[in-house]
């Protein structure tokens, strides 16, 4: 065990001990003594401490100190009633701060009382219960802060994580201070009441057993009480005002003492005004003179010398600028920063900047979280940080969106209108201002927020500007999401499944295939639309196949096979017939006796004419399915699928190309169409 933790376990138990066995006086005061030294270290830490966090165990620290405190009042009283001899400590504390009467003494209690239950702890109460309600209430706008800082670049995901434990560190603080709080007004008035009986039962005790007068009991036993309440109340008061100070610290990060001076005699104006009324006050009327005017010529002194500091380090912070702008100047640019290249970006003209503006009621910023989080689940990959910035050389309704640096894809909107879209069904038109919606060109009206209701109504599909842009942000990268997986990428997902599979991982990376041949099988999934979020049932494949083949286009096959569960959900409706594209077996013959096989990988050399056949038949079947409104799926063999696809993925970036092996046995399948040659 370490020593702090002795030291605390020896603190508890001492105070669990002192309930129950009498200790003598000697001990007392020592135990008294140690009392009012913790009370003093919790006062001077509350108050130079920076930061509340940094005393996260403030309300445990209450509560100890509160059940030490009561133990000793209990060994106080129990030394009371029996000797009268309560020890040297507590006999000063009676004598010395009452007076030597009883009832000094009384007063003094009673008003240190006062103080504690109607000045601090009922402020240090209600300050608790304010900031515990308003820090939980802040909660989800700080978590969305931290997201939109995020979002745009401005931190890390580390500080993020950082940023997110201290919200909820804050909150649970705030909330166990309005608790603790408690603890204090409750010792409080324990000490009251244990004054009380301590005074009637001393009395009694004096009188019916030590034989004194009543007069003489009461003094006696009434300073020895007194004594004891002040070196309860005392350590209490300190305790409670530490409190206080805690709950009301309002600087985090400054040091409190600077910032308490400086605040109170930081403008000379207030110092030459107090400076000048007390010396009025000390000439021109019956106040003693002599007190009131050196008063007030210090306070005009003390005016002067902060004057002239300001006026020193306003000389000094213009220097300082001048001199930080020459050296700008002077020093070559820093060329470093330039060659950064952000993954995605949407640049936006200025008529789009109140979507992303939070203060306008702009929402764009919280959607592009939900396009990450929304990525993360649909495809098991982090998309990387999506930079948003203003570009005033765009027209003000103009946005683009970059991969890496390069344009792919542009739109415009118009502010203050929606998008409306008829599904196909809808025959009664609405006026509005022809255009077609970015991510899939489909023919669209601009309408006024007066049409918005109308449109609905009739069957229109009626979309916001905001929802329009984060659509189409969606599909680009989604489109793209495949060369944004970087082999960084691909070591954090596989950390992540290193905590719970370390022997999987073992076995696979580095001894059967590299993090490159892993990140390039990932990409020809996600490259196809296939999620990658079961990394375990991935990495299982892997490392059985592994072994026979580090092609990574075969191992993809491989993998796509594990996986049919998933595809086969993503692309065949359950209880219901899919109609899809079969090929002719002597296409599949034909493709497979014009692959070859290289170092590099395979590759195909399809004679051109046939390859134009091949093309122009799946169009043919495509459009087919395309017009009976059906998505367009191609069925293959095994052997085939991953030939057939490179050969059409530059004509039809959309078609769907699926093996026999990856259906699972209860789909329903209707062929419609045969590809030929």
Known sequence: MKKADVGVALYILAAVIFLIVPMNSTLLDVMLALNISLALIVLFNTLFVKEVLDMSFFPTLLLFTTIFRIALNVSSTRLILTTGQPGNVVETFGNFVGGGDMIVGAVVFIILIIIQFVVINKGSERVAEVSARFTLDAMPGKQMAIDADLNTGAITEAQARERRNKIQEEASFFGSMDGATKYVKGDATAGLIITFVNLIGGTAMGVIRGGMEFGEAIQRYGLLTMGDGLCSQIPSLLISLATGILVTKASKDADFSNILVGQLFGIPKVLYLVGGSLIFLGIFTPLEWFLFVPFGAAFIAAGKMVDKNIGIESIEEEVSMAENEAEEIRKPENVVSLLQVDPIELEFGYGIIPLADVNQGGDLLDRVVMIRRQIALELGTVVPIIRLRDNIQLNPNQYIIKIKGIQVTEGEILFDHYMAMNPGYVEEEITGIPTFEPSFHLPAMWITESQRERAESLGYTVVDPPSIIATHLTEIIR????????????????????????????????????????????????????????????????????????????????????????????????NETTSVITLDPRVEQDIMSSVKQTEQGAYLTLDPEKTKTIISSVEEEVSKLENMGKSAIVITSPIVRMYFKKLTEEYFKDLIVVSYNEVESNVELQSVGMVTA
Do not use: W
């Open 479 to 574: 489109s793209h999401i495949a060369e944004l997986l970087t082999r960084q990428d691909v070591q954090n997902l596989v950390n992540n499944l290193k905590e719970s599979n370390p022997v999987l991982v073992e076995e696979l990376i580095p001894k059967q295939l590299g993090l490159g041949e892993v990140q390039k099988v990932l990409q020809n999934l996600l490259n196809e639309g296939i999620s990658i979020r079961d990394l375990l049932s991935i990495f299982e494949t892997l490392a059985d196949h592994a072994a026979t083949t580090r092609d990574t286009d075969v191992l993809t096959e491989y993998v796509r096979q594990s996986l049919k569960r998933a595809i086969s959900s993503k692309y065949f409706p359950a």
